[in-house]
């Protein structure tokens, strides 16, 4: 028999394989069956190669297993073929928008990064207005000799993109003289605004952007400035981003303060590495009270008002310790927030109460995870639920308020949620499912977890899943790729402090590089008072201190 290389493993159900081992005890095997059995033993082959093979990374054993799928709804049932349907509409209720395929999608502007950028968008850039080289309004035309010229109200826009250092450096050589009788020296003085230190708050403000709101690492910066003519070693950039750190700190501190406030907090982990941290666990004794062996990077984004705060906090602890952490700052009258997570017992606060919400979209990817072994069964969860993200997206795009919304989602999802509650435990009580299956273990998570994952049903402001808080972690997650570890834990709270400021800066529209540079030439207001210096309102701070020294 020649071998084969096998490109995808074969998908097969525990239960085909049952069946198939009863038919082939029972009497010679049908072309189909043998077929499987080639099938199964020529992946069996493949997997084993790969694992043996020691340039195979995780990477690539995963794509094999799990394939490349995507996880959108379209994608995903797409295998199957056929047309979506649209919403079910309750009875006597106006119909429901279908949800955006390629016959019923609206007219949709292009999304961001698509096109060229006209000049509003380069906000950043030096603007300079040319006049006219030889005419001014209301001198007489030059063509016509008739008519007289007058300035339209937009000008022509000549734009000139140039490359230059993220860190740029400008050298004075002071002109000195010297008596030559007395040897007294006399040196010009600096022009007016350069200041006496090396590194002004701007620098600070770019090292911190690029290192922590960038992802690059210390010895990359290094490179990339050296390769420049401008260098500036690893070693400088963190003494100045720590100096940093200890300036602003007040406006990380006030941070915390507000989110402890927030109607809506979301919360979850994802793994990190402190090398200080881990020494010491190493070195822990075996019998020691404290058996945790785990590192983490806790994200926290609180929706206080109409504003988003995105908090980082590494080390030891869990996603529920540093959100019970914060919640200890919250005011003593104030109802118990929202906290939307996914279905860990760890990201709960202890000993503080919140109205639990769990992530819808963790329940439905366990569903997207087993399609190709239940396509059917998948097929009809992941419609129900492609009908409820729809009717949420309608509700935002509508600006319906937190009530409206959820007289909304009573009135249009409630009915396809009952629905499908109905046909989840219809599959276990009928034993339509077997419980220990793939598909069996994914219908157990929503129906343990339903009155958590259905919140948006029953209270306000509720969200649908966690993908919030799942994006603003993607931020350590680009850390942990690039950069590995942390060295010590005050390096980790530089990192926290960082990410938390700039990623705060970016939910609220703000320019995180201006942010940072203005908490540092205002460190004695910011300390005075921080909660003036917030993302959303330290433009009016600076502005008001620019006009008022004093302030």
């Given at each position: ?9 074969a998908e ?6 049952e069946?198939?081992?009863q ?7 049908s072309?189909?069956?043998?077929d499987l059995?080639?099938?199964i033993?020529?992946?069996?082959l493949?997997?084993g ?23 959108k709804?379209k994608?995903?049932?797409?295998q199957?073929?056929?047309d979506p349907?649209?919403?079910a509409t309750?009875?006597?209720?106006d ?7 390629d016959?019923h999608?609206?007219?949709k ?7 060229r ?13 040319v006049?006219?080289?030889t005419?001014?309004?209301?001198q007489?035309?030059?063509?016509c000799k008739?008519?007289k010229?007058y300035?339209?109200?937009?000008p ?6 140039t490359g230059r250092?993220?860190?740029r450096?400008?050298v004075?050589?002071?002109?000195r003289?010297?008596?030559?009788l007395?040897?007294?020296v006399f ?5 007016a605004?350069?200041g006496?230190e ?5 620098t600070a403000s ?6 922590y ?13 050296g390769?420049?003519g ?5 070693s ?7 100096k940093?750190a ?10 915390i303060r507000?989110a ?9 982990d994802?793994?990190m590495e402190i090398?200080?941290?881990?020494a010491?666990?190493?070195?822990r ?12 990077t ?14 980082f ?11 019970a952490?914060?919640?200890k700052?919250?005011h003593?009258?104030?109802p118990p ?6 279905g ?6 202890k000993?503080?109460?919140?109205i ?7 329940g ?8 190709d072994?239940f ?17 949420d ?9 937190p ?5 909304f989602?009573q ?5 396809v949620?009952?629905e ?6 219809t ?7 077997e ?5 069996g273990?994914?219908?157990?998570y ?17 969200p ?6 799942e ?11 690039n950069?590995?570890?942390y060295?010590?834990e ?6 926290d402090l960082?990410?938390?400021?700039i990623h705060?800066?970016?939910l609220?529209?703000?320019n995180p ?6 908490l540092?030439?205002h ?5 005075r008072?921080?909660?003036a210096?917030?993302?959303w ?10 006009t008022?020294p004093?302030?």
């Open positions: 028999m020649t071998r084969i290389n096998v490109p995808q493993l097969v159900d525990v239960r085909e394989i069946e198939l081992l038919r082939a005890a029972q009497g010679p095997l072309q189909a069956d043998r059995i080639w099938k033993t020529m992946s069996h493949h997997l190669e790969l694992v043996a093979d020691r340039n195979t990374t995780i990477g690539q054993l995963r794509k094999a297993l799990f394939g490349t799928t995507s996880e709804t994608d995903v049932l797409g199957l073929g056929g349907v649209a919403p309750p009875a006597g209720q119909p429901i928008p279908p949800p955006p395929t016959e999608a609206p007219a502007p292009k999304p961001k990064g698509h096109g950028n006209g000049a509003k968008d380069y906000e950043g850039a030096e603007c300079t207005e006049e006219h080289e005419l001014r309004p209301g007489v035309c030059p063509r008739k008519g010229v300035r339209l109200p937009d022509a826009v000549l734009i000139r993109v250092s993220p860190l450096a400008q004075w050589k002071l002109e003289l010297r008596c030559n007395c040897s007294e040196k010009a003085k600096a022009p605004g350069v006496a090396k590194y002004d708050a701007t770019m090292i911190g952007l690029l290192r709101g960038s992802g690059l690492p210390h010895n990359r910066i290094e490179r990339l400035q390769n420049l401008i260098p500036l070693p690893a400088t950039q963190w003494e100045i981003v720590a940093c200890q300036t602003i700190e007040p406006a990380f501190t006030e941070l507000q402890a406030q927030g109607e809506v907090v979301h919360n979850d994802t793994n090398l200080a941290l881990r010491e666990i190493r070195a004794p075996a019998d020691a009270d404290d058996d945790r062996t785990g590192i983490f806790t994200g926290i984004v609180a929706r206080v008002e109409n504003k988003r705060i995105a908090l906090f590494t080390g030891r602890q869990h996603a529920g310790e540093n959100l952490d914060v919640l700052q919250r003593g009258e104030s927030p929202i906290q939307m997570c996914d860990l017992s760890r990201n709960l606060p000993d503080l109460e919140v639990l919400s769990n992530c819808l979209a963790h439905r990817r366990k569903f997207v995870e087993v399609f072994s396509p059917a069964q998948c097929r009809h969860v992941l419609e129900a639920l492609r009908d409820v993200y729809h009717h997206a309608t509700a935002k795009a509508q600006g319906l308020s009530p409206e919304r959820l007289l989602h009135t249009h999802s409630g009915p949620m009952t499908l509650k109905e046909w989840l435990q599959q276990i009580k009928e034993r339509k499912v419980p220990n299956s793939r598909l273990q994914a219908i157990d929503l129906l343990k977890r339903w009155q958590e994952l259905t919140l948006f049903l029953r209270k306000p402001g509720a649908l899943d966690n993908n919030l808080c994006r603003a972690l993607k931020r350590a997650i680009v850390h942990r790729k950069s590995l570890f060295k010590t005050n390096g980790a709270h530089v990192g960082f990410m938390s400021l705060t800066a970016e609220c529209g703000a590089f201006d942010y940072l540079t203005q540092q030439r460190a004695d207001a910011l300390k008072d921080p909660s210096w917030m993302p309102n330290y433009a009016a701070s600076a502005s008001s201190a620019a008022d004093g302030k």
